[in-house]
């Protein structure tokens, strides 16, 4: 069975990639579960998704807890915990990175004992990101070696129907190029030999003991923690205020920011709060002044 | 026919479009919103002709299936967890005024502390409310069971609501190969309703469910809806064969899986009895006698079905995700119910509490609660009721109590304040 995992942040169109890998696998013949993973759902936090494709039926369920490939549409994402991106990687398992970096310095800086690859996204001009899931659906349908050309584009179509002609033709034109590139490491993906899994190690269970409802109440008793959490992690676009443009208006960026993160001075100088931005980029649409500016993330100063 | 990848919810949506539904009352709630959407989508490209009206809520939602279904359309709604909880005085309400009607319920744990992920908690909570329930472990199921439901409803013997559950995350959202039967094969199977006596009318009012006193009346009333249900244990297994016949598939109210010759049992329901195939077929090959037994009707409880299939089993593990606080699982207490003196009736019965709010059941612990109940008959002796819980589990929420306490005594306990201003918002 192929187990495959995809990381990447609300927005990005891993869902969508899960999708179009599952039904390549589908059309080749493959018996497949395909599903996304998330919380409560919001564009730019991460989110998972996953397919599992064999020849025969699948009895498994849940999340992939060994994978043979892991695809990360979003560097950033390796360095956030909640991410689980590296989760159950072992020597078998292929990573594969959306990333300018080198596949050396990852393997280096992750020290993982199995195979990395990277692919650079430095065509994408824009702070727009549309066809990174489709640039990781084509690079991984060519990785596990069972899926043709022709059953991407299939599947392609089949997914992204409906989003009109414009949106397939560059959907396509990326992930074929993709699918091409990676002509070289076809097949690289390999399944392990179905595990005997007898005799296994008992789970270690614990009897959960009585604790006191002060203790067991699932209370929280500080106040405002939600400004400890940094929802600046989720951002892949930043706004970045031009202060030669700025004309002190701040009420309206500040007002429109749904997350209060557009602070301003007792002059009314607006500042973002860079810890709680999720870049959502409304400052900017209705900045009157044309003074924020969409920055990519991994561009900022 | 033609086979297709669908999520769960698309099944779901699919089976409502075969069954030709007139009515779909809707409000959405995560994770079954995805199912209304596509009926609403289909209707507006004028691919299914039926009729969609959001409520309000999910109480008002379930008086208006109940309502529409009286006037004898053919009625099709969806809900889940906070939503079922909301509409439970209705659930009851509309199983009494005995009309036929479909809910799906997609799973999900109840609040509080709240969570989107699933378990049996909320459909289970309706476990008594006259609605019929039908489990599902596939999304091929999901499909079937909304027109198998449908049927099972409408039944002029049965004529009680009925719900099709799915567990959220785990089919919801999940895509499976699904076998779409063609709507000619389905109209073989469930022809179009045929409501008799059911046809109330605004011109021709007539008192639904009307108020009684005194205790007799009412026993009789609540009482036959009881006979009801358990006719529809024989109709069940009349339009099983009629479905098989006319769609091709097995569904039997007791699905089991190796069980011949299994001298250990695994008994539950949902999805992730998938995984408690797998695992049944690995110990398989190492040589175990074990089997699976997978109620896919709850309500009416196939009790003679279920002494018949676990007779002669030294032990049962009974796997619950579900738990009535204070008691213990649900489906243990009721397989504990059906087999209690019975000949042949397996002596063991243990109970295990787990995938509670999507927590995962690793096929390492099926091998163990098989080890347990197997190790258990051999003592002549019942194991503890036992929560899948690993000490890993339990020093992870040890941490995050640890943060809580540090907050607490930051914070000083009852104590008010005012919310602190970010950095540099220079107020």
Known sequence: MYRIRLHGRGGQGMKTASRIIGSAFFAEGFEVQDAPRYGAERRGAPIFAYVRASLRPILERGVIRRPDLVVVADESLVQVPAAGVLQGIDEHSLLLLDSLEPAEVWQERLKLQGPVLTMGSQAEGSSELPTVGARCAGAAARLVGVISRSALEGAIREELAGLGDTVVASNLETALASFDAFASDEGRVCPPEEAQLAPHTAPAWVDVPHDAAGISAPDVHGAATSVQVRTGLWRTVRPEIDAERCHGCSWICSTFCPDGAVLATPEGVPRIDYDHCKGCMICASVCPHHAIASVLERDAS | MTRALLTGNGAAAWGARLAGVDYVPAFPITPQTEIIETIERWIEAGEMDARMVTLESEHSMVT??????????????????????????????????????????????????????????????????????????????????????????????????????????????????????????????????????????????????????????????????????????????????????????????????????????????????????????????????????????????????????????????????????????????????????????????????????????????????????????????????????????????????GIALAERHEVGPGEAHASRAPEGSGS
């Open chain 2, 64 to 401: 208006a299936a109940g309502a529409a279904a009286a006037t004898g359309v053919r009625v099709f709604s969806a809900t889940s967890s906070q939503g079922l909880l909301y509409a439970m005085e209705m659930l009851y309400g509309v199983a009494g005024w005995r009309v036929p009607l479909v809910l799906v319920n997609v799973s999900r744990g109840v609040s509080a502390p709240v969570t989107l992920e699933p378990d049996h908690q909320d459909v289970l909570a309706a476990r008594d409310s006259g609605f019929l329930q039908i489990h599902c472990s596939t999304c091929q199921e999901v499909l079937d069971g909304v027109l198998l439901a449908h049927r099972l409803a409408e039944d002029p013997r049965v004529r009680l609501p009925a719900i099709v559950n799915l567990d959220g995350f785990y089919l919801s959202f999940t895509r499976e190969p699904v076998e779409i039967p063609s709507p000619e094969a389905v109209e073989r199977f469930l022809p179009p309703f045929d409501a008799g006596s059911t046809r109330f009318r605004a011109s021709t009012p007539i008192a639904q469910a009307v108020a009684v006193l005194g205790g007799g009346p009412y026993s009789y009333f609540r009482y036959e809806m009881h006979r009801a249900a358990e006719q529809a244990l024989g109709v069940y297994a009349e339009i099983a064969r009629d479905f098989a016949r006319e769609l091709g598939r097995e569904q039997p109210a007791v699905a089991t899986h190796r069980m011949d010759d299994a001298e250990i049992a695994i008994v539950m329901i949902g999805s992730f009895a998938t995984k408690a195939m797998d695992a049944v077929d690995r110990m398989r090959e190492t040589g175990r006698a074990v089997g699976l037994v997978r109620p896919r009707l709850l309500r009416p409880f196939p009790r003679d079905e279920l002494q018949r299939v676990l007779s002669g089993a030294r032990g049962v593990a009974v796997v619950d995700q579900n738990l009535s606080i204070g008691q213990g699982g649900v489906l243990h207490a009721e397989l504990s119910a059906a087999i209690h003196g019975q000949p042949e009736a397996p002596p063991i019965l243990a109970s295990f509490i787990g995938g509670l709010g999507g927590r995962d059941i690793t096929t390492e612990e099926f091998f163990e609660m098989v080890e347990v109940t197997r190790a258990a008959a051999e003592a002549g002796r019942p194991p503890p009721p036992r929560l899948l819980y690993t000490e890993e589990e339990l020093r992870e929420v040890r941490k995050l109590q």
